[in-house]
């Protein structure tokens, strides 16, 4: 029988952050949610000294197109957080990124019952590094971006990358 290897405490212990950000609905016409069609959508999310984001549902459920609504802001918040990581990681690994962009994409399927949820986000990361010999490290750090991610470790859903990699 082979024994597992003791564990030091400190691996064992986590790092824990708080955040925190304030919802407030702005959409009361007068007679709040007196029936489904007397509200809007619309909202603010303000997280303490930064700039207010203006919010809304998605216009097929009624909410104001010129707002951000809660699924934009999820797949931008995929997106971002894969960036920040892959930056990270290209920077410890000596690859020199000097461009990123990323036009990422998500499917969301609502039951008949009006319960939705997301089955896939797709991030195609455009990325162009400083030297072509940098080139098969920085496709390699994609995945590894993706382990690391935290939005993308809290989803129950597959986020995928399709990635160019450019050359200056």
């Not at 997301?118 to 990325?127: A, S």
């Not at 939005?151 to 160019?164: E, M, Q, R, W």
Request: proline share 4%; glycine share 6%.
């Amino acid at each position: 029988m082979v024994l597992p290897r003791p564990i030091e405490a400190k691996t064992l212990m986590k790092d824990t952050h708080h955040y925190q950000a304030t919802i407030t609905w702005t959409g009361n016409l007068g007679t709040g949610t007196s029936s489904y069609r007397a509200y809007e959508r619309s909202h603010t999310i303000e997280i303490l000294n930064k700039p207010a984001i203006f919010g809304s549902s998605d216009s097929s459920f009624r909410g104001d197109p010129s707002k951000h609504n809660p699924e934009e802001l999820l797949i931008a918040s995929l997106s971002a957080c894969h960036l920040l990581w892959y930056l990270h990681l290209c920077a410890d690994a000596g690859v020199v990124v000097v461009n990123y962009s990323d036009q990422a994409t998500g499917v969301m399927v609502v039951d008949k019952d009006g319960r939705g949820y997301f089955t896939e986000v797709m991030l195609n990361p455009i990325v162009t590094v400083s030297e072509i010999s940098m080139m098969n490290k920085a496709f390699e750090l994609h995945e590894r971006a993706r382990e690391f991610c935290f939005i993308a470790n809290s989803v129950n859903f597959p986020v995928k990358h399709h990635s160019t990699i450019n050359v200056k």
